[in-house]
């Protein structure tokens, strides 16, 4: 289709933010818009320097005939700041304390757009990391783990607690529940994951990880590689001992008075890293 210049910006900017981390021809776009290869140049060049100055993310040119643009979702220090306080500021509601000191999540997981924020926080984290799949644990890890891969564009694959008929052949191991020291089971599709894969696990909440151990351990059975751990929010309360030590968290919970129905609510470590990656 031939466009105007003005039209072609916009239509160019909406394919590569709906293409992420994918890496688009230069011949693509000039058969797509009718236009030379010099003209879509000059305009990837105006993206380029709008979406770095905007925080927005980078534009990666690949040279060569196999060559081409890749968009990389990027998340700037003041955007994670204020997702980090919003989550903050969410969780620190007395209604959210059940009993047993629980504490409900359910409205923020399945906030479309809060959680899409904090996906596309996620994905800036482990950009430079090479990411074949999405791993998390059914249930309401589920929302985020699809935010976070629609910003990396790959799958996502979901561990549960029993087999399903509907999903062929399972691979399945008994791990130990990090807080109430229960073995548990849980399985996955074997056609769901490629031996060599690099394993991105991400879970909405995490106390001592005995769960996403279990994930690790069952990486192992299928060959595959964890490229990191991505956490929404993390709890102190109560963890003699932690399973996991290399994890990115958003938000921590330090204290929870069910009685009291007082929540102190910090920042992660994720901010803390960005700040670490800059040095």
Partial sequence: ??????????????????????LISLSFFSERYGAAKSSISEDLLIIKENFEGQGVGW???????????RYIPKVSMEEAQEVVDELKS???????????????????????????????MFASMFADRSVDVVMTVATKGIPLAYAVASY????VVIVRSNSRVTEGSTMSI?????????IQTMALAKRSLSSGSNVLI??????????IKGMMDLLQEFDASM?????????????????????IS??????????????????????????SEKE
Avoid: C, W
């Avoid at 039209?7 to 160019?12: Q, Y």
């Avoid at 534009?59 to 643009?69: D, I």
């Avoid at 990396?152 to 799958?155: A, I």
């Avoid at 991400?202 to 769960?211: N, Q």
């Fill in 59 to 69: 534009l990666v040119t690949v040279p060569g005939a196999a060559g081409g643009v």
């Fill in 1 to 22: 289709m031939k466009l105007k210049r003005s039209s072609r910006l916009v239509d160019l900017t909406r394919y590569l933010l709906q293409h992420p981390h994918q």
């Fill in 202 to 211: 991400i879970d909405d909440f995490m106390k001592a990880g005995g769960t």
């Fill in 227 to 247: 490229a990191g751990i991505g956490v929404l929010v993390e709890s102190e309360e109560e963890v003699q001992e932690r399973l996991v030590e290399d994890y």
């Fill in 250 to 275: 958003v938000a921590r919970l330090s204290h929870v008075d069910a009685r009291q129905k007082q929540i102190q609510v910090e920042a992660g470590n994720y901010l803390d890293r960005m700040e």
């Fill in 90 to 120: 969410l969780l620190s509601s007395s209604e959210r304390v059940l009993p047993g000191g629980y504490l409900y999540m359910t409205d923020i997981i399945g906030n479309p757009a809060f959680i899409n924020k904090v996906g596309r």
């Fill in 174 to 182: 008994n791990y130990v529940s990090g807080s109430t020291k229960r």
């Fill in 152 to 155: 990396l564009n790959v799958p």
